[in-house]
């Protein structure tokens, strides 16, 4: 890494070195939520994860779209582990051409919308000004501690299992951003991918209901990635029959010379 | 409002207007924290806000300061609440040319000392790459509902107390970025005021545990506008029979022909 900027993941490593270990933490680092104990083998659950302007929203995407996705992102990490959040919060940072009535009031619907349909509510926040688009979002919800799906807990012998199919939103941003060819029905299916996400809430809950899942991982960084970190968290390797390619991926792919497991990956 | 930029307040306000209330809400927006009703009366309490470079951290400040400052202006309004943080999660903005490892084991060693100077423990995060560092800090403690400090609850005849001699901030501020003039032993206090902010969280928990608290507010915004807020939501008004003002931000008002008390205020 010599002269080069450190990349995310690096940047967490080296900061989790320097921090004092929570005695007794219900879910160690490096999962895709925090949890503190509570009373009777309840935990809390926490996340916090920011939208940043730049690459987080590509041209075309609305306030609205965008402060929604903003919720929608942190939803999934708790979809992952089988989690219903209950209250979001909302640090917000505002660059002086957003500070407009119009613009505001967009991204509280949109953080409204984000929030409500997976059963939270936004109960606060706080706004700075900034220089670029931030919308900082922090999710809490409770949960027995015994029935979260960790990223820990793979055995070998375990089948393999997705919630959907994977490479609309990669083919979504190519289309958004670089100006692919699709049909009209599947640009509308990729794009809404991009600008409309969906976390996987309801799947998550009945997951952790049934009770059957050892390990988890929310996918929205991609199935590769993914799929990399459950096997050096519990070493163990992956044997792929079928990769869940969704066919309009597939479709874009074949219609601009790509390779649609490259997008799906 | 006509063609200027909205203050913060006022977007605070739009957001607000746009929001489905979650019912029973156990703390009213507005507050200097948010609550979740738990069970047998217990709270979960929340509360999230950014550091922004380009606003929060003046020329000469460390990443270490700014990280830690992060921390504690959070655990200031736990303070107010008289409210034990537990677990800090950390939204981390980082342009590239703070992607260094000297300058995230600085961020990671700020964040640390801020969190458990105050008994709590960094518990989690996630970082993006931003055109300004950014620091957004989520807090979660819990607390009895109805022992809570809450800003409603002033009523006519309460005497007002601060827990601290106000001016040192605004006097250091001036300080880092005008350079008045001010003797070494009042500049060092100045300075500290603005590097090294304390949250009067041991003597919020006292308080709250005396139990003859009627409302309370977190100052850190200012003495002037915290009185506007509490006597805005309470309808009461204030008689000041002393502006509380730190001695060196006396001093330092009568050698650069300033008023103390609009420091302090």
Redesign the interface.
Known sequence: ?AGG??G?RD??R?????????PD?PVS?GDD????S?VGGEV?V?????L?G???VPLGMSLFAAARKAVVMNVSDFASKGVLP??V??????P??L???KA??E???G??AG??EYGA????????????L?I?I?L?G?ANQNSLMLRRGARAGDILAVTGLFGKSAAGLRLVKDGCKASERVRDVLVDAVFNPKARLREGLALRGYGYVSASIDSSDGLAWSLHELARINSVGFFLERVPVASEAGEFAAGNSLDAFDLAL
């Open positions: 890494m900027a450190l995310e940047i967490i080296l900061i989790q070195r320097r921090l004092t270990l929570m933490m680092f939520v925090s949890a503190v509570l809390a926490l996340k916090t994860d920011m940043v730049a690459t987080d209950s209250a919060l909302v640090a917000l940072g505002l002086k051409k500070a407009t009535k505001v009031l991204i509280g619907d953080l409204n929030a409500r509510y936004v109960v606060g926040g706080d706004t700075s000004e900034a220089s670029d931030i900082g922090s809490f409770t």
